[in-house]
């Protein structure tokens, strides 16, 4: 079983930065591929950008590319989303997950149904 912790959240300005982490433990914790997602009141939840289990491969959804990088230290059991440029449509609840299903260096996709072990969440609000 995969368990993981999302930090970093908080109040920004819009231009402003954020780094979000997820805490990743559990079995064959340094090789599941890692999604971020978010969530916004009203809406369904929607993926951001994942990293596939080495960190060779990432992938973003068109409304942060540019903007957000992820990236991971295995070492430190951590996966990172760095956010620039935020803007106020960034406002949400961020979540990480591990996909059960791609593994090492297997691409990851934010489409994927074998998204599990999610976290509980850190809320991201821009606005000034």
């Known amino acids: 079983q995969v368990q993981l912790v999302e930090s970093g959240g908080g109040l920004v300005q819009p231009g402003g930065s954020l780094r979000l982490s997820c805490s990743v433990s559990?079995?064959?914790?340094?090789?599941?591929?890692i999604g971020w997602f978010r969530q916004a009141p009203g809406m369904e939840r929607e993926g951001v950008s994942c990293?596939?289990?080495?960190?060779?491969?990432?992938y973003y959804a068109d409304s942060v590319k540019g903007r957000f990088t992820i990236s991971r230290d295995n070492a430190r059991k951590t996966v990172y989303l760095q956010m620039n440029n935020l803007k106020p449509e960034d406002t949400a609840i961020y979540y990480c997950?591990?996909?059960?299903?791609?593994?090492?260096?297997?691409?990851?996709?934010?489409?994927?149904?074998?998204?599990?072990?999610w976290g509980q969440g850190t809320q991201i609000t821009v606005s000034s």
């Open positions: 990293i596939s289990g080495l960190g060779g491969n990432t």
């Open positions: 559990g079995f064959v914790a340094n090789y599941n591929a």
């Open positions: 997950a591990a996909d059960r299903s791609r593994l090492l260096s297997t691409p990851c996709v934010l489409q994927s149904v074998d998204y599990y072990s």
